[in-house]
């Protein structure tokens, strides 16, 4: 139980256009999803909070205007990536809360050139 | 304010011989504290988590937990490390589902 997916698992865009990011929770519902970013060995950034129904939390430094974050359902977020530049290229992963616990999707990897 | 620091950033160990990362919290309150494994380009895999239960946890592939409040740590062991162990190790902490990462660890095993 409690599986996470993503998709795409990674994706090579041009600079200048958008991505989408899906995160779906499979056999249970999140009223709570979360965006992380990790760079090469380092560890996870977190990005912002999704709510279903409501509008996303970001953290201090995420611009809310380029990384747009859409939770319609309870088992579905997306974050979209508006004009991407090659800085944006990053491991980004989501994860699902249910209680105290985050499980985490396989990650999408972006490149961008 | 709340933390979480992993002491070890690269750990190797021999197959077969004892694992132990190690994680300290800061914390003003009991945390719900967490370890996660990561494998080159893949998401986060839960191995075990504390919520104010027992204190001695035990999660997947053999990896156990205890946590201790007096030394305010979270260490990871495993009594015999297999090649498979070989990955990023992060231990996390938080409430309400907000999670905290350390830096990580990686954990190198050799033949």
């Known amino acids: 139980g409690a599986v996470v997916s993503q998709h795409p698992s990674w994706v090579i865009c041009k600079s200048g256009t958008s991505v989408k990011i899906e995160c779906r929770s499979l056999d249970f519902q999140a009223t709570t999803m979360f965006w992380y970013r990790q760079f090469p060995k380092q560890s996870l950034m977190l990005m912002a909070t999704s709510n279903e129904g409501s509008k996303a939390t970001y953290e201090q430094g995420v611009e809310k205007d380029k990384f747009l974050i859409n939770h319609a359902s309870l088992t579905l977020s997306t974050l979209t990536v508006t004009s991407a530049h090659p800085e944006d290229s990053s491991f980004y992963i989501c994860?699902?809360?249910?209680?105290?616990?985050?499980?985490f999707g396989p990650g999408t990897r972006l490149l961008v050139l | 304010a709340q933390s979480v620091t992993q002491l070890d950033s690269h750990v190797s160990v021999s197959e077969g011989t004892p694992v132990l990362l190690r994680c300290n919290y800061s914390?003003?309150?009991?945390?719900?504290l967490f370890w996660y494994v990561q494998h080159p380009n893949k998401g986060l895999q839960l191995l075990l988590k504390y919520t104010s239960a027992a204190t001695l946890v035990k999660g997947i592939n053999g990896f156990e937990a205890e946590f201790k409040k007096s030394e305010t740590s979270f260490h990871l062991t495993k009594p015999s490390a297999h090649m498979s162990d070989a990955a990023e190790y992060f231990c996390?902490?938080?409430?309400?589902?907000?999670?905290?990462f350390g830096k990580g660890t990686k954990l190198s095993v050799k033949p």
């Open positions: 996390g902490g938080g409430s309400q589902g907000n999670l905290i």
């Open positions: 994860s699902a809360q249910v209680g105290e616990t985050q499980y």
């Open positions: 914390s003003s309150y009991s945390p719900s």
